[in-house]
């Protein structure tokens, strides 16, 4: 597609549940990032791959937290047991260049409310 | 720690106004400073990326400065319309984190909420 796209774009779930987020990156993008963004505040990175590569994942919060891009393109961010302190918007985002040199394009995000 | 400070938190102004949204930031290497456009509910998008060569670089009504002497940024919108109510995002890139990227490799700021009022 033209730009990155996640899905679902919304998503709420009971304390306890899993939740998977998925993220399409620009086809041919090398790295993939994701982030965790709280209301009002900016971005905080979770972790990163470089094709099929996670080579960071040192911003994960803990290890409920999970990431994959099996076959270095789409993405999916796996929370397990999800906690009301999950609840942010998570963003993807997708770049043509190695680690965090290159413009960044960003997907719309996934509103996650744990309820 | 690399850290990326923005000014003010927050700002109103009305329609037709300029306005000027600051960045200071202690990232070392520096690589370059960009400036993201974020409106409710979206995605950040790109406004400007600056290398340490440049200090000044502009995208239609916005202007973003910078001085890598005091690592300083700003960011100046000229005749503001209601669409660029949003918040914007100063993110500063380190050199040597090419393999990672990760949380030192690119340093975000909190962003300064605009709010343009007719």
């Known amino acids: 597609g033209a730009g990155v796209s996640q899905s679902p774009r919304y998503k709420v779930a009971k304390r306890g549940q899993d939740v998977a987020l998925r993220c399409d990156p620009i086809s041919g993008h090398v790295s993939l990032f994701w982030y965790q963004q709280a209301l009002g505040q900016g971005p905080e990175f979770l972790t990163y791959f470089q094709n099929e590569a996670q080579l960071d994942k040192s911003g994960l919060p803990s290890d409920r937290f999970f990431a994959e891009r099996p076959e270095g393109s789409v993405s999916t961010l796996k929370i397990q047991r999800t906690q009301q302190e999950d609840s942010a918007v998570y963003l993807c985002?997708?770049?043509?260049?190695?680690?965090?040199?290159?413009?960044?394009?960003f997907g719309e995000g996934s509103r996650l409310t744990v309820l | 720690k690399n850290q990326v400070e923005q000014s003010p938190q927050s700002l109103i102004i009305l329609e037709g106004k300029n306005c000027t949204l600051q960045?200071?930031?202690?990232?070392?290497?520096?690589?370059?400073l960009r400036w993201y456009k974020q409106d409710t509910g979206r995605g950040p998008v790109s406004l400007t990326i600056m290398t340490f060569s440049e200090n000044t670089k502009s995208n239609g009504r916005y202007t973003a400065t910078l001085d890598a002497d005091t690592k300083q940024s700003s960011l100046h919108i000229t005749a503001s319309q209601l669409s660029d109510s949003a918040s914007y995002i100063c993110?500063?890139?380190?050199?040597?984190?090419?393999?990672?990227?990760?949380?030192?490799?690119?340093?975000f700021g909190k962003g300064t909420h605009l709010i343009i009022q007719p």
């Open positions: 993110v500063v890139s380190a050199s040597g984190y090419l393999v990672g990227g990760g949380a030192d490799g690119l340093t």
């Open positions: 985002a997708s770049s043509l260049e190695v680690g965090g040199s290159g413009e960044l394009f």
């Open positions: 960045c200071n930031y202690t990232v070392s290497p520096f690589s370059n």
